[in-house]
């Protein structure tokens, strides 16, 4: 079966400092990956997605980057965080050359940015 | 652009009574629709999903939903809401590039 792991759980980081959240499927190959930042009453903002390795789609301007080094492996960076990074990153997959299916998502990771 | 809007931020209940959680989607083709449920500081489950067919849908937890493509809705309905149903609902278009709602917040009253 299809597993999705998503780290670390919680995470409080500074002003200024740099963010690397890690996501990673087990059980398929070549999956659609995406993160997805939460925030209270705004529902889930896409912000990456990738049918592939070294392929990534950017929804939203910011100052955070997404990449794709492995088939099952996709990391959100950050160079210097923002106050408005706070929030709830969820990453997901879905599988790829199926049209019609739903996307599976990790447990999230909240982020304090203080 | 594809496009969810959830109307309502939260909704109360009792235990017990009918519920009906409002989605509305713009899709510029034949929308996939997504119904989520969220507990807090969780990830998100799927309830269930309309791809095509029969427009009533029947998922998890004794919820359904209707397409009524004529008003460009999908919205969820549960007969008798348990107090374990108190979560956020999401309601997404699309495929690759999902879209989700603001959300729903869910509160039942004993």
């Known amino acids: 079966s299809q597993t999705i792991h998503q780290w670390p759980a919680t995470l409080v980081q500074p002003v200024g400092s740099p963010l690397s959240l890690e996501c990673t499927v087990e059980?398929?190959?070549?999956?659609?990956l995406y993160w997805y930042r939460q925030a209270a009453g705004r529902g889930l903002q896409l912000l990456f997605y990738?049918?592939?390795?070294?392929?990534i789609s950017s929804e939203v301007p910011q100052n955070l980057s997404a990449s794709r080094p492995q088939d099952r492996q996709f990391i959100l960076s950050s160079k210097k965080l923002l106050l408005s990074d706070s929030g709830f990153y969820l990453c997901?997959?879905?599988?790829?050359?199926?049209?019609?299916?739903?996307?599976?998502f990790g447990q999230g990771t909240r982020l304090t940015v203080v | 652009a594809q496009s969810v809007t959830q109307p309502d931020i939260h909704i109360t209940v009792s235990e017990g009574a009918s519920l009906e959680l409002r989605c509305n989607y713009s899709?510029?083709?034949?929308?996939?629709l997504f119904w989520y449920v969220q507990s807090p500081g969780q990830g998100l489950q799927l309830l269930l999903k309309?791809?095509?067919?029969?427009?009533l849908v029947q998922g998890i937890k004794g919820f359904e939903a209707e397409f009524k493509r004529s008003q460009s809705s999908f919205n969820l309905r549960k007969p008798s809401v348990h107090w374990s149903d108190a979560a956020e609902y999401f309601c997404?278009?699309?495929?690759?590039?999902?879209?989700f709602g603001a959300g729903t917040r869910l509160t039942v009253k004993p």
């Open positions: 997901a997959w879905s599988p790829a050359g199926k049209k019609y299916t739903e996307a599976f």
């Open positions: 059980g398929t190959s070549n999956p659609n």
């Open positions: 990738s049918v592939g390795i070294g392929q």
């Open positions: 899709y510029g083709a034949t929308p996939y």
């Open positions: 309309y791809f095509s067919g029969d427009t």
């Open positions: 997404a278009v699309g495929n690759n590039d999902m879209r």
